[in-house]
């Protein structure tokens, strides 16, 4: 029985009692039971004077007596009986053959009877199909043709070399006798790897829609549920209806919620994950194998899937998504800025410029706050100035304007912030210092933002030594001035302490360790990845690599006591802009510090 049958059905069951019980609510009510008696007694109680009442309907007597109780008789045709009535001085009261309809009288007559049938025949259906069953095992996901899905990859930006390597996905879909007449293969599976926001979705909703094929997309997550074998059933209900869609792309998002190493879990072979993760794996490259049905799935997480999983003839394609370059972040800013009218002073390579690391996620997000920021401005158009504050909220957080400071503390943040933008500023090599502001933002009192000159892919020893020494610029200078610290610099010694122990174990910058990796990370085992492979170290390398972990900090922390000990001045000056300011951008920055201090290298 189908869902349209199933609410027919109810429907007409709820109808049915409602009417029986409306009808049983309008009925007169009788204070006691009629009884039942032959006419001839009938008239008999008529003739002695005991009967007070008379109701005549048709051929249907009913008689109140004296006592209030009530008779009831059937006679045939009488003419006498009224006149007989009225010289016993009796109540007479005439009513229509019947109250009620024939309709209501069917209905009374056999709604009780089609209504028990109805129902027991509805309970009889559930227990033997297993309905909920059923719709527990039926897979979640949800079709879109050709009409519905309008994305190609003109809507997908940034990720070129990407969208030529999915090419030929898309040729197997259209033209699969092409490749099969050499011998080759529609392939089974294309693996999309790459961080949040990438652009992964999207990228497996324009190969479909560059095929026109039907494309059929579900979560990882919608495949496990608490009843066992639910999971399972859901796959092969999904790969049955991809098969009568066939050509189709069936796009699993975030398959490691469904495909982690097998072997590890709480309820070891038996446990439901893996009988979906099997199922899978059948279905994907089994006895049963499926021509032009491609498995497109999405994951950030590619080290904790099953190694059956990433094997040629499942997943024959792995493709990493990386966040977009300048080139790349231009053409995605072009793309979201399509509906949106732009100031003339808007340009968007320069804006690109000043959004490194943003994922195309994060640049439709920055286009949207500029929009809502210069909405909420009475402007008719999006200029820079909105997307510099865009910009600013973004990579610094949301202003606390009603987060009142002393003047204390605004000047213990201002001389915080100025010893990070100076350090930042005299060291060579470093990224130039965008903007420093002391209005409190996010969970933070004050900001230093530096923004990189090109895209970055790799990391110097001097950039990373550089960068301790500016974290430490911030404490060092509440030092210098004020002779104590605060708890301020908490974050800036976190970030320090963490990246001076990845430079030591991690990537071997230590001259007195060498070039090793200490301590390799450790996989959780529910993960899949075993802790036993974990390279022990010996309490003296331990205590070695605490040695050069302070060595790093300590070191950067007396460079930039030198640096603001010798531009004592030029801090102070930085503090007192930032205090009347409250923001400075990198070049008023600039403007303050002496032309030596921006080329000295200590």
């Not at 949800?142 to 996905?169: H, L, P, W, Y």
């Not at 099997?278 to 006895?287: A, K, P, S, T």
């Not at 491609?294 to 080290?303: E, F, S």
């Not at 050069?548 to 900090?553: A, D, Q, S, V």
Request: aromatic share 6%; charged share 25%; with cysteine.
């Amino acid at each position: 029985m189908n869902n349209k049958t199933q609410k027919l059905v109810f429907g007409m069951l709820v109808g049915l009692t409602m009417l029986f019980l409306l009808n049983l609510w309008s009925a007169p009510t009788r204070a006691v039971i009629s009884e039942e008696v032959i006419f001839s007694e009938f008239m008999a109680k008529l003739d002695r004077g005991d009967i007070e009442k008379v109701i005549v309907q048709g051929h249907r007597l009913s008689g109140i007596l004296k006592d209030n109780s009530q008779l009831r008789t059937y006679m045939t045709d009488y003419p006498d009986l009224v006149q007989e009535l009225r010289e016993k001085h009796v109540q007479i009261e005439v009513k229509p053959a019947s109250d009620s309809p024939w309709y209501m009288t069917m209905l009374m007559t056999w709604g009780p009877f089609v209504l028990f049938l109805s129902l027991w025949v509805f309970l009889m259906r559930r227990m033997q199909t297993g309905n909920a069953a059923m719709s527990l095992a039926k897979s979640k996901a949800r079709m879109q043709t050709d009409a519905r899905n309008k994305v190609t990859f003109s809507d997908v930006a940034g990720i070129d070399e990407v969208k030529e390597e999915v090419q030929e996905t898309v040729e197997f879909l259209k033209n699969p006798r092409k490749f099969q007449k050499l011998g080759g293969r529609i392939p089974k599976g294309v693996l999309v790897v790459g961080p949040p926001g990438t652009g992964k979705t999207l990228l497996a909703k324009a190969i479909a829609g560059e095929a026109g094929v039907p494309f059929f997309s579900i979560s990882g997550s919608d495949f496990v549920e608490m009843f066992v074998g639910v999971g399972a059933s859901r796959v092969r209900t999904l790969f049955e209806d991809a098969k009568k869609h066939a050509p189709c792309i069936v796009f699993i998002d975030e398959i490691d919620a469904v495909g982690r190493s097998r072997g590890a879990g709480l309820g070891g072979g038996n446990d439901e994950r893996e009988q979906t993760l099997n199922q899978l794996l059948v279905e994907m490259d089994g006895f049963d194998t499926t021509e032009g049905v491609i498995l497109v799935a999405a994951t950030n997480r590619p080290d904790v899937l099953d190694p059956a999983l990433l094997r040629p003839g499942r997943f024959d394609r792995q493709v990493t998504v990386n966040h977009p370059d300048l080139r790349g972040r231009s053409e995605i800013l072009k793309v979201h800025t399509k509906k949106v009218p732009m100031a003339a002073n808007v340009e968007l390579e320069k804006i690109a410029r000043g959004t490194p690391g943003f994922s195309g996620a994060d640049l439709e997000n920055l286009v949207n706050e500029a929009a809502l920021w210069a909405a909420r401005q009475n402007k008719h158009e999006v200029g820079i100035a909105d997307f510099e504050t865009a910009k600013d909220k973004i990579m610094m957080g949301t202003e606390r304007k009603s987060m009142m400071l002393t003047d204390e503390e605004k000047r213990i943040t201002a001389y915080h912030e100025a010893g990070h933008a100076l350090v930042a500023t005299v060291l060579p090599g470093t990224d130039p210092v965008h903007k420093v502001s002391i209005i409190p933002r996010g969970r933070a009192l004050g900001v230093t933002m530096q923004l990189p000159t090109d895209d970055r892919y790799n990391h110097s020893k001097e950039f990373l030594y550089n960068t301790l020494a500016i974290l430490m610029g911030g404490r060092v200078a509440e030092e210098l001035v004020f002779k104590h610290v605060t708890t301020g610099a908490g974050n800036d010694l976190e970030r320090a302490t963490d990246l001076a122990r990845k430079m030591v174990c991690e990537w071997g910058m230590s001259e007195k360790l060498g070039p090793l990796a200490f301590g390799q990370k450790e996989e959780s085992m529910f993960l899949g990845r075993s802790l036993g492979g974990t390279r022990a170290i010996s309490n003296e390398m331990a205590l070695e690599i605490d040695l050069e972990i302070k060595r790093l900090i300590t070191e950067n922390y007396e460079r930039s006591k030198h640096i603001l000990t010798e531009h004592r001045v030029t801090l102070e000056a930085l503090a007192d802009a930032l205090l009347e300011k409250e923001t400075l951008d990198g070049w008023e920055i600039k403007a303050i510090l002496p032309q030596s201090s921006q080329q000295v290298s200590a």
